[in-house]
């Protein structure tokens, strides 16, 4: 994926299709060197289709982290760590584990 309209359209585009009410909130940013580093929260309800999962009208809160890596004022690498796995429990594809009690 390479710049803006890569990102727009593979990540935020089908976000956005799939979560009308996609709201991004940024818990933390921080830069220091030539790294930037974002902490946030995808909140949304899953009211279209998202990697071939149909509509479950479920909410979810899933945490991201990215890690940027800035070179002549652009970046030229990026780490994303998003917790695929809560996203999934949260969207009923896979099921939670029992309780531990």
Same mark, same amino acid.
């Not at 002549?72 to 896979?94: C, K, T, Y």
């Given at each position: 994926?390479?710049?803006?309209?890569?990102?727009?359209?593979?990540?935020?585009?089908?976000?956005?299709?799939?979560?009308?009410?996609?709201?991004?909130?940024?818990? +933390?940013?921080?830069? +220091?060197?030539?790294?930037?580093?974002?902490?946030?929260?995808?909140?949304?309800?899953?009211?279209?289709?998202?990697?071939?999962?149909?509509?479950?009208?479920?909410?979810?809160?899933?945490?991201?982290?990215?890690?940027?890596?800035?070179?002549?004022?652009?970046?030229? +690498?990026?780490?994303?760590?998003?917790?695929?796995?809560?996203?999934?429990?949260?969207?009923?594809?896979?099921?939670?584990?029992?309780?531990?009690?």
């Amino acid at each position: 994926m390479h710049g803006p309209d890569g990102f727009r359209n593979r990540v935020y585009k089908p976000l956005r299709d799939a979560f009308s009410d996609l709201e991004v909130v940024i818990e +933390e940013l921080i830069a +220091e060197d030539n790294r930037v580093v974002l902490r946030a929260t995808i909140h949304g309800i899953h009211e279209g289709e998202f990697n071939d999962i149909e509509a479950t009208g479920n909410t979810i809160e899933v945490p991201v982290m990215v890690i940027h890596r800035v070179e002549d004022g652009l970046v030229a +690498e990026r780490w994303v760590i998003f917790d695929a796995l809560s996203m999934m429990q949260q969207l009923d594809v896979i099921p939670n584990p029992p309780d531990a009690t």
